[in-house]
T-cell receptor, first 112, second 111 residues
């Protein structure tokens, strides 16, 4: 139980385009989902907290207009990287919370 | 702000040796502490979760201790195997479930 999926697992896009990443809790409902990014050989940094039916809460230093988060249902949250640039290339991981956090497999974004 | 530190950053041992991974945190007001495993290019696998009221948790060859007052946790892996090679992350949770991660310890077990 407590499986979280992410789609796509990897994506390559051109600079200036937007990319949407989906995070789904497959066998449970999660009122809260979290989005993290991870640079090579570094740890996970929390980007934002996503609550179903309300606006996401962003961590300090994270541009809310660049990283749009939508939590439309208790099983789905999406992260859209708008006007992506090469410095946005990273590993993005989501988690869904039910007392503890269950993590998705991650999405590797490469912006060329 | 919670700061989580993991020492050492990297560790290489021969197969069969016991592993000791250390994690320290600056704010003792935690909800729980988790140890995760991450393989290269992959997501996180939860290994052990210790509630703030607990002192240790065990699962198979893994044992994690928690000393909240001193801000420390230790992960012990007994009789290491090459399949244990991975990066191990420590994370502490606040009561709003937000996690603060350490930078990880990368373990290599030599056959």
């Amino acid at each position: 139980g407590a499986v979280v999926s992410q789609h796509p697992s990897w994506v390559i896009c051109k600079s200036g385009t937007s990319v949407k990443i989906e995070c789904r809790s497959l066998d449970f409902q999660a009122t809260t989902m979290f989005w993290y990014r991870q640079f090579p050989k570094q740890s996970l940094m929390l980007m934002a907290t996503s609550n179903e039916g309300s606006k996401a809460t962003y961590e300090q230093g994270v541009e809310k207009d660049k990283f749009l988060i939508n939590h439309a249902s208790l099983t789905l949250s999406t992260l859209t990287v708008t006007s992506a640039h090469p410095e946005d290339s990273s590993f993005y991981i989501c988690s869904a919370s039910v007392l503890e956090q269950y993590f998705g497999p991650g999405t590797r974004l490469t912006v060329t | 702000k919670q700061e989580v530190t993991q020492i050492p950053a990297a560790l290489s041992v021969p197969e069969g040796e016991n592993l000791v991974l250390n994690c320290s945190f600056t704010d003792s007001a935690i909800y729980n502490l988790q140890w995760f495993r991450q393989d290269p290019g992959k997501g996180l696998t939860s290994l052990l979760l210790i509630q703030s009221s607990q002192r240790e948790q065990t699962s198979g060859r893994l044992n994690a201790s928690l000393d909240k007052s001193s801000g420390r946790s230790t992960l012990y892996i007994a009789a290491s195997q090459p399949g244990d090679s991975a990066t191990y992350l420590c994370a502490v949770a606040r009561d709003d479930y937000k996690l603060s991660f350490g930078a990880g310890t990368t373990v290599t077990v030599r056959a």
